[in-house]
């Protein structure tokens, strides 16, 4: 880890280092236009054809971790 992180933010990288250690293998997190969500791992938001079929793959949305999915 770099030197200059604050005490809080290698908290927070630690923290989630722990989680990935206990991370169930059949869920995937996904970055969605800004919104992180929790999906089946089998599931890929970008094959899924409606709105409808992706807003059911959402098992779960995590608010306040911001994030970015590459989209422009």
Request: charged residues 25%; negative net charge.
């Amino acid at each position: 880890m770099p030197d200059d992180l604050t005490p809080e933010e290698a908290r927070a990288i630690a923290s989630l280092d722990r989680l990935a250690k206990h991370w169930p293998s059949s869920l995937k997190l996904f970055s969605w236009s800004g919104t992180l969500v929790v999906i089946r791992s089998d599931q890929d938001m970008e094959r899924l054809g409606t709105a409808t079929e992706q807003d059911e793959a959402i098992l779960a949305v995590i608010n306040g971790i911001p994030n970015d999915g590459g989209d422009p």
